[in-house]
């Protein structure tokens, strides 16, 4: 049977899984943005009979199995419950919502009405990370022991008049907007972490959230992560670093503007001096998103995921709620 999809947001996120839905096979039938001109546009792109709703309940009351919400921070998690109410499946865009309460309400919610809720981290389907899980699986170079972690950009003219920059609409800055995913991808590596430290900065942009946030995360498993996430790189960055106990991964860019994406393997001999090098790149366009649609599509099957669960958004989220209590 085919798979009925909304649409809750119709920027650029939601517009990129529109397309992997439908190139999954699913039939996407409504759409809602609070800027109606977008989600008409949307709409006409998929065809004549998406009903563009002037609500998420609406877009998602006559049958919707699964619901995409990517709108701004601050109207996640509304937006969810009401796809939730209405009955549907959610994908919600990272980081569900402005605070980790925000994100427990929603989970709530789906267990009492029996919907599921899968976080939209598709940084975890690069195909870079999913042969970096398996090198690690494999146990053949011992346990991860520490990870270093780079994202950034440097915005454009006018990024502090964005939404991001607004807090009553983005609930906090790069921590938020990059820094979730270095999280979410290091608790898919080496398990539950903790904050051992955290500082945020307004360097550049008259923003009233943070430009730039350093954090230092601890894993139960003994590993340890220094991460950096920056609007003030300049030159978008994606660099993020793994080091195991007889060999060390890079991995470098995430495609377009960040560079073609690449792994390298450097083994360590037992005899220590150079190391055995072997690099993989992958030129081709950005996979991710229709990776992370038949992961999702999957677990409405339920079949094994290796996407991220509302659990795991709610623990990024906590690590977020206790960088800016400090």
């Known amino acids: 049977m085919t798979v009925r999809a909304a649409i809750i947001g ?3 996120i939601g517009t990129k899984r529109a397309r992997a839905l439908t190139g999954a096979g699913a039939e996407v039938v409504a759409v809602h943005d609070v800027d109606a001109g977008r989600a008409k546009a949307l709409a006409e ?13 609406a877009a998602c009351a006559h049958g919707v199995d699964i619901a995409v919400v990517a709108t701004t921070h601050r109207a ?13 499946h959610v994908l919600l865009e990272k980081p569900g919502a402005c605070d980790v309460d925000e994100l427990r309400g929603v989970a709530a919610l789906a267990v009492r009405d029996g919907r599921q809720v899968r976080m939209g981290y598709n940084h975890r389907f690069h195909p870079s990370f999913l042969e970096a ?3 690690i699986a494999s146990g053949d170079f011992g346990r991860v022991m520490n990870i270093r972690a780079r994202y950034g950009h440097g915005g454009r003219l006018g990024y502090e008049q964005e939404w991001r920059a607004d807090r009553a609409l983005s609930g906090g800055g790069e921590l938020l907007d990059q820094g979730v995913h270095l999280i979410d991808l290091t608790r898919s590596l080496v398990g539950d972490v903790s904050l051992a430290f955290s500082e945020l900065a307004t360097s550049f942009w008259a923003t009233q959230v943070e430009d730039n946030a350093f954090l230092a995360l601890r894993a139960e498993s003994g590993a340890f992560a ?25 991995i470098e860019g995430l495609g377009g503007s960040y560079g073609t994406e690449r792994l390298t393997v450097h083994e360590m001999l037992p005899e220590l001096g150079p190391p055995v090098t072997r690099a993989w790149e992958w030129p081709r366009p950005d996979e991710s998103w229709a990776r992370e649609v038949d992961d999702v599509l999957g ?9 991220a669960s509302i659990d795991d958004g709610i ?5 977020v709620k206790e960088a800016y209590s400090r």
């Open 10 to 12: 119709c920027g650029l």
């Open 45 to 57: 792109s998929i065809g004549p009979a998406v009903l563009v709703a002037d609500s998420a309940g």
């Open 76 to 88: 996640l998690a509304p937006s969810a419950i009401e796809a939730i109410e209405a009955g549907s």
């Open 133 to 135: 899980h398996r090198v």
């Open 226 to 250: 220094w991460l950096h996430a920056s609007w003030t790189e300049w030159k978008n960055l994606f660099s993020f670093e793994i080091a195991l106990e007889r060999a060390k991964l890079e």
């Open 299 to 307: 677990a409405l099957d339920g079949q094994p995921t290796v996407g």
């Open 315 to 319: 623990a990024a989220l906590a690590i």
